[in-house]
């Protein structure tokens, strides 16, 4: 049986960053699932992440709700998220706000927690 993959969304806010996002969402799940914003390292790809990481697996396991944002190679050939530009580090802007953005819809839970692989793991961007 094939995993079940992320799933594109658009559409969530202004994305300053200019980010694509992915959710995955486990088929057993509490009624208000946690959310975990999961971040990739450079070179790698929402689904790359999600199929190397043992992130998939761990959300199935424990019901949470993943969301991967993704970089685009316009932004940053590496794919790196842009961590260290100020404009996209900066509370209320860039990458960072994008990033709140997709953890901040309406259908999404209000208690998350981002993770990340390299640099970018775990930055304050909490709400």
């Known amino acids: 049986m094939l995993a079940a993959a992320a799933v594109a969304v ?19 799940r ?23 990481s043992g992130w998939r697996e761990l959300a199935d396991r424990d ?32 990458e960072a706000l994008s990033v709140i953005q997709m953890s901040t819809q309406p259908d999404r839970p209000t208690a998350w927690t981002p993770r990340g692989y390299s640099s970018p793991g775990c930055p304050p961007v909490g709400p």
């Open 63 to 94: 019901g949470f709700v993943l969301v991967l944002p993704e970089q685009k190679i316009a932004n940053n050939l590496n794919r790196c998220l842009n961590w260290f530009e100020e404009n996209d580090i900066r509370r209320g802007s860039g």
């Open 10 to 28: 658009d559409g969530f806010g202004t994305n300053p960053g200019n980010l694509a996002m992915y959710v995955y969402t486990p088929d057993d």
């Open 30 to 52: 509490p009624t208000a699932p946690a959310l975990v914003v999961a971040l990739h390292g450079c070179t790698q790809s929402a689904d790359d992440y999600l199929t190397h």
